[in-house]
């Protein structure tokens, strides 16, 4: 099993910056994708960002030229850097990862961003 802690979160003004950490931890053996994704209140979940073990990685239109995703493998960590945020980035955000040897997926706990003057 894998267990994944997000961190990072909190208020920021619009046109604020974060960065988003989720650290993985438990039987991580062989290659695995992370991804970002957020719920905002009402809304469902949605996709921001992918990155796979060789470091492709695919953003959501939404984000595009804002959000970055980036992994260290020597932490078992994957980043979500958030510049330029505007009210619509308001949302729960969740790690999630994928291992590529039992094609199993698990999730984050979540961690609050909140953006607002």
């Known amino acids: 099993q894998v267990q994944l802690v997000e961190s990072g979160g909190g208020l920021v003004q619009p046109g604020g910056s974060l960065r988003l950490s989720c650290a993985a931890s438990g039987s991580i053996l062989g290659g695995y994708a992370m991804g970002w994704y957020r719920q905002a209140p009402g809304k469902q979940r949605e996709f921001v960002a992918h990155i796979t073990s060789g470091g492709s990685t695919n953003v959501a239109d939404s984000v595009k030229g804002r959000f970055t995703i980036s992994r260290d493998n020597a932490k078992n960590t994957v980043y979500l850097q958030m510049n330029s945020l505007n009210s619509e980035d308001t949302a729960v955000y969740y790690c999630?990862?994928?291992?590529?040897?039992?094609?199993?997926?698990?999730w984050g706990q979540g961690t609050q961003v909140t953006v607002s003057s």
């Open positions: 999630n990862v994928l291992l590529y040897a039992t094609s199993r997926q698990y």
